[in-house]
């Protein structure tokens, strides 16, 4: 069996993959190892015999997929924040360098050469492309695989146990992020007062895009209403919003009673249709004129598993959802122009995407002198990264669609890294097998233990007392700084406060090129 594996390397790829698949699976109190399963899987095989090896270029693919697809999905939220969280994403970077020098510190301590400590580095923050990194630049030595390897699964634990440290301390302690947490969108009706004479735009900009109008029912006529609609006493008006924005316009307004306009189909109706013309794509929701072309409007956006308020900045991806709500008569008109087809939204736009990965290949090749005889270059992870942020924000650029459905970059970016994982794990299981069975894997494991108290109480510390961040942020601040799912999936599943993800969105790209750069100086150095 063994030399057949050996023989047949596409056979020996799958068998490691479903291996790891399985060991993925495995969930302990709620938590599992999900695409690192493969690491595992290619370790244990190529523990028992060393010519079980997957061959490199096969990682290489699927590193470059992961990246790039990483920095398509994190591209527009990236961008969004980036300048009102420029503290945050300051004190992540200097974080981060701190874990370096108590990599490299630590290293030196317990005699490790340079590939071991750049491994431990890597793997104490579970960061796959700072591996790569660090592999790169040692011209392919496993030394960085045996010590990630080691430290991943602590890095992991330790900072799931920072996660639930900084949501405790938000719950236990709230300062005022925890206290003003969001909540998720509402749909009321309000009765208008007398005295009231509010045109609707104006009310929108008002409170800041965080309102949409979706029926007004008068004199038992209900209609969508324009920007240009003017309430009047007696009223009913359908609000979708933020459920502390319907307080306040409720106040503005009038008052909340039971009545559904939406149980009245007679003359609107509502429908959820999914974007799938490519040309609509990349383009904000209110370059559609909605109302204007069919007298309709759109309520909520539904992008994966989350619901987002449709207002008119919010640029459109391929696979978005829009709730709809017009006259009936239109709404097949409406689902011709969107598209709404399944089965248009599974399909990438090939030529886009080959492109920015082949742009972003190129950029990873460019070598920078450094030190002396040393060069740094951002390499197979750091080149797709890079660029796959840039075109995630911009979206599309004349006929080229840059952006994949929102499900197939999921596929995509989960088939990367266990193309990946699988790869490097296959190649370095007896470089492993000889650490643990010496004194060597007992340091790793008491160095990964040093390096994450490090991390974890730094950036708890930082989070509340100079960035003053909530519960969830800070959780989702961490998750992002490790660049680990597991840790995210932990958080999410622990409140329902969206901005556990939108924090983890905004600093992992920031995190990934860090630590890409930092793993290589350790290796330098």
């Keep these: 069996m063994i030399n057949t594996l050996v023989d047949h390397p596409i056979l020996l790829l799958f068998v490691v993959l479903a291996i790891g698949a399985a060991f993925g699976a495995v969930r302990v109190r709620g938590i599992s190892l999900g695409p690192a399963g493969a690491l595992f ?21 699927g590193l470059a997929l992961f990246t790039y697809t990483i920095g ?27 874990a370096a020098g108590a990599s490299f510190g630590v290293g030196k301590l317990f005699g490790f050469d340079r590939g071991l400590s750049a491994g431990l580095f890597a793997g104490s923050l579970t960061n796959t492309p700072a591996l790569a990194a660090a592999r790169e630049a040692l011209q392919g030595s496993t030394e960085p695989v045996v010590g990630y390897s080691v430290a991943y699964p602590i890095g992991v634990i330790g900072m799931i146990l920072a996660a639930a440290w900084a949501m405790r301390i938000g719950r236990s302690s709230p300062n005022d992020d925890d206290r003003h947490a969001p909540v998720d969108l509402v749909t009321v009706t309000i009765l208008v007062r007398g005295g009231v004479h509010a045109a609707l735009g104006e009310m929108v900009e008002r409170f800041s895009g965080s309102v949409v109008f979706s029926r007004v029912e008068r004199a038992g006529v209900q209609v969508v209403p324009s920007a240009e609609f003017v309430l009047e006493s007696g009223d009913l008006v359908s609000v979708v919003s933020p459920a502390v924005v319907c307080a306040d316009l409720e106040r503005e307004l009038g008052e909340r009673v039971e009545t559904k306009l939406s149980d009245d189909r007679s003359r609107l109706d509502m429908r959820r249709i999914v974007v ?49 709500v017009a006259p009936r008569d239109r709404i097949h008109e409406i689902t011709r122009f969107l598209g709404d087809s399944e089965r248009r939204v599974a399909e990438i736009e090939v030529v886009g995407f080959m492109l920015g990965i082949s742009i972003g290949l190129a950029i990873g090749l460019i070598e920078v ?10 390499g197979t992870a750091g080149g797709p990264l890079i660029v796959g942020l840039i075109l995630g924000r911009i979206e599309r650029t004349g006929p080229l669609g840059w952006q994949p459905p929102y499900g197939a970059n999921l596929a995509l970016r989960q088939l990367g890294t266990i193309l990946f994982l699988g790869t490097v794990g296959s190649r370095a299981g007896g470089a492993l097998t000889d650490a643990m069975s010496s004194p060597r894997g007992a340091k790793l494991a008491v160095a990964a233990v040093m390096v994450i108290a490090v991390v974890a109480a730094a950036m708890v510390v930082a989070g509340r007392r100079l960035l003053h961040l909530g519960g969830a942020r800070l959780a989702g601040t961490i998750a992002g700084l490790e660049t680990q799912p597991a840790v995210l999936a932990f958080a999410t599943e622990q409140t329902a406060d969206d901005r556990v993800g939108t924090t983890y969105a905004l600093v992992f790209p920031v995190a990934m090129l860090t630590k890409i750069i ?8």
Excluded: C, W
């Design 41 to 61: 899987a290619g370790l244990a095989l190529s523990g028992i015999d060393d010519r079980l090896a997957i061959p490199e270029v096969i990682g290489t693919l």
């Design 72 to 98: 398509l999905s994190s591209g527009p939220a990236f961008f969004s924040s980036l300048r009102a969280q420029v503290r945050t994403i300051v004190t992540v970077v200097v974080v981060l360098i701190a």
């Design 276 to 324: 799938s013309d490519r040309r609509l794509t990349g383009r904000r929701l209110a370059d559609l004129d909605l109302h204007e072309r069919f007298g309709a409007v759109a309520t909520r956006i539904r992008r994966g598993d989350v619901d987002l308020l449709a207002h008119d900045e919010v640029t459109l991806m391929p696979g978005d959802r829009l709730r709809i």
């Design 369 to 378: 002198p450094l030190f002396g005889s040393g060069h740094f270059s951002l």
């Design 518 to 525: 930092l793993a290589q100086l350790i290796v330098l150095l």
